[in-house]
T-cell receptor, first 115, second 114 residues
Framework: DTAVSQTPKYLVTQMGNDKSIKCEQN?????MYWYKQDSKKFLKIMFS???????INETVPNRFSPKSPDKAHLNLHINSLELGDSAVYFC??????????????FGPGTRLTVT | DAKTTQPPSMDCAEGRAANLPCNHS???????VYWYRQIHSQGPQYIIH???NNETNEMASLIITEDRKSSTLILPHATLRDTAVYYC???????????????FGQGTILTVHP
């Protein structure tokens, strides 16, 4: 069973379109994340949700809107796609443990190409 | 979060131990050292983490110096499948405003050759 899954794996679309990427985890974790890895391979956090509440919101254009319908799902909707949005998007999850380390488990990634 | 410094690349012969260094001289007392790796085209994979003591699991060992300003990840018997980018990350415990945020640097490209 895949622990953290993402759909679709590949997404090719035109500028100006709106698209969504879905993420599901079956690990029973309470915290989920979205990361973006650009063409230079830098991996940066975008959002974090804990128990369906937004915890971390990095400097991300408001065209990006995460939605967490329940603890096991964190979807990413992107409006008015731009060329610069082309990247690989990774979803991750972890179990929040105060005063302890908590490892994150990553999905396989969604490669978004905007033409 | 404290910054880390890693060599950009390293080589290792298959079957030998791979020792990947990381400097984190500005680490704070409540910050953990984490290691992740990313095999080509896959999502990052958690390897190990530690606070003060050395740690070992089925994948690797983590040696943290007494002053906590540097650490070494050891893959005891490297295989070709261990070829990947290895990231050393320091971050606070799960409380606080950073709340689980992982800040990835450029990492070390480890190439294991036959």
């Amino acid at each position: 069973d895949t622990a953290v899954s993402q759909t679709p794996k590949y997404l090719v679309t035109q500028m100006g379109n709106d698209k969504s990427i879905k993420c599901e985890q079956n690990l029973g974790h309470d915290t989920m994340y979205w990361y973006k890895q650009d063409s230079k391979k830098f991996l940066k956090i975008m959002f974090s949700y804990n128990n369906k509440e937004l915890i971390i919101n990095e400097t991300v254009p408001n065209r990006f809107s995460p939605k967490s319908p329940d603890k096991a799902h964190l979807n990413l909707h992107i409006n008015s796609l731009e060329l610069g949005d082309s990247a690989v998007y990774f979803c991750a999850s972890s179990q929040h443990k105060l005063a302890q380390g908590n490892e994150q488990y990553f999905g396989p990634g969604t490669r978004l190409t905007v033409t | 979060d404290a910054k880390t410094t890693q060599p950009p690349s390293m080589d290792c012969a298959e079957g030998r131990a791979a020792n990947l260094p990381c400097n984190h001289s500005t680490i704070s007392g409540n910050e953990y050292v984490y290691w992740y790796r990313q095999i080509h085209s896959q999502g990052p994979q958690y390897i190990i983490h530690g606070l003060k003591n050395n740690e070992t699991n089925e994948m690797a060992s983590l040696i943290i110096t007494e002053d906590r300003k540097s650490s070494t990840l050891i893959l005891p018997h490297a295989t070709l499948r261990d070829t990947a980018v290895y990231y050393c990350i320091v971050r606070p415990t799960a409380g606080g405003t950073s709340y689980g945020k992982l800040t990835f640097g450029q990492g070390t490209i480890l190439t294991v050759h036959p």
